[in-house]
């Protein structure tokens, strides 16, 4: 079983609408990581959430962590065709040296 | 600065075979960290070098081995390859390798098919 739930497994979206995806974990998050795929590639880095309560924004895409640190969210503002890709969580579960726990990923389908 | 880099990018070996992937972090970066990643396990942490020093290890089997050098570069190596070894092998670059206030960035990857 994945340590760190992620939720929906994918969504397709209207172009210019908004998404939500949810990262979950039973234990602490030590560093919360969101990165993003395309098929077969690298992990772009988006962002990094290290406080409860600590939120981020970048461009359309903002992030936050949850006051108890076991939850994470990603909200996509007005949805474009380059948001479309595979959606990543990851953190340290234990504050254990390189070592990210990653979610199972959720696809993101931008539809025109 | 420039980015993570890995090669080669895609490799196509038989089982039986050895294969050493290479990887390079972020200029300053000391700590490199490898992911397997499947379709079936996602992304599997292998292992952890820092300052040439296994600091942290997957649960993978004895195969699979990685070494860095004092210029921070990185190389994993999997012997007696089996079709199961087929993954996207991912490496991660960062300053001191700790999952707080220490962001992890990957390079693109090097695609491996065992045949």
């Known amino acids: 079983s994945q340590e760190l739930e992620q939720s929906p497994q994918s969504l397709i979206v209207q172009e210019g609408k908004n998404l939500t995806i949810n990262c979950t974990s039973s234990k602490t998050l030590y560093g919360l990581y969101w990165y993003k795929q395309k098929y077969g590639e690298g992990l772009i880095f988006l962002m990094m959430l290290q406080k ?39 953190a340290g579960l234990t504050d254990s040296w390189g070592k990210l726990q990653f979610g ?6 931008v539809t025109p | 600065k420039a980015g993570v880099t890995q090669t080669p990018r895609y490799l196509i070996k038989t089982r039986g075979q050895q294969v050493t992937l290479s990887c390079s972090p972020i200029s300053g970066h000391r700590s490199v960290s490898w992911y397997q990643q499947t379709p079936g396990q996602g992304l599997q942490f292998l292992f952890e070098y820092f300052s040439e020093t296994q600091r942290n290890k997957g649960n993978f089997p ?21 079709l199961g070894d087929s993954a996207l092998y991912l490496c ?17 990857g090097t695609r491996l098919t065992v045949l």
Do not use: W
């Open chain 1, 104 to 109: 199972a990923g959720t696809q993101v389908v």
């Open chain 1, 52 to 90: 409860g309560g600590e939120e981020k924004s970048h461009e359309k895409i903002t992030a936050k962590l949850d006051e108890k640190k076991q939850q994470s969210s990603l909200h996509i503002t007005a949805s474009q065709p380059s948001h479309a890709g595979i959606y990543l969580c990851g």
């Open chain 2, 92 to 108: 991660a670059s960062s300053f001191s390798g700790g999952a707080t206030y220490n962001e992890q960035f990957f390079g693109p």
């Open chain 2, 62 to 82: 004895g195969r699979f081995s990685g070494r860095q050098f004092s210029n921070s570069r990185s190389e994993m190596n999997v012997s007696t390859l089996e």
